[in-house]
């Protein structure tokens, strides 16, 4: 069984895509026999029954999945937004998240994702749009020499220069990892 880390555009996205993508493709990746290497420690799974789409949301069912999350520095990110601003501005307006967040809460959380990348046997990337810690992410998979499939119709040429595969289908994409681990 390998670990992938599954990486892709979170900064700026609104809380229901980024759920999207990344519950589907750990399904995808367990289906095929893998691991995850979680960034977000089983947080996604349990926010993915709350209706983020622009109805009325449950505070205080989002506040008791925030209190019970794991202290990781994207925990204290969301928490120090939230001080700034409100539970409310949060979930309608993700952006503040990576806009109030502190240096230090920067540094702690590029170096945990960069040691989950080191944890993993590969790497999966979805790039629908280019994303900058997703590109981080894959040049410092590609210096460990870790294997990396990409999911992009439109992969920019760096990535297509970093990865060792490019597809356009999640399923092929995680097919392909068979090749590589």
């Known amino acids: 069984m390998s670990r992938i880390f599954v990486a ?7 809380l229901n895509e980024v759920v999207d993508y990344r519950l589907r493709l750990a399904d995808l ?19 993915a029954d709350i209706d983020f789409g622009g109805g ?3 505070l205080d069912e989002i506040r008791d999945v925030i209190a019970s999350l794991p202290d990781e520095p994207y925990v204290e990110a969301l928490r120090h937004a939230i001080d700034e601003h409100s539970l409310l501005a949060v ?13 230090e809460i920067v540094e702690a959380l590029v170096h945990r ?16 749009r280019p994303s900058c810690g997703t590109t981080a992410e894959i040049v410092h998979a590609h210096d ?5 499939v990409v999911v992009s119709e439109e992969p920019p040429t760096f990535i297509r220069y970093y990865a060792d595969e490019v597809l356009t289908d999640e399923a092929d994409a995680i097919a392909a990892l068979e090749d590589y681990v």
């Open 113 to 128: 994702d960069l040691e989950l990348v080191e944890e993993a046997d590969a790497v999966l990337a979805y790039l629908p």
């Open 56 to 58: 009325p949301v449950d």
């Open 29 to 47: 990746v367990r289906e095929e026999g893998h691991s995850l290497v979680d960034q977000y420690s089983g947080a996604l799974e349990r926010v």
């Open 144 to 148: 460990l020499g870790l294997p990396i």
């Open 8 to 14: 892709g555009p979170i900064d700026y996205r609104p």
């Open 91 to 103: 979930v309608q307006s993700p952006g503040l998240v990576p806009e109030e967040m502190p240096p």
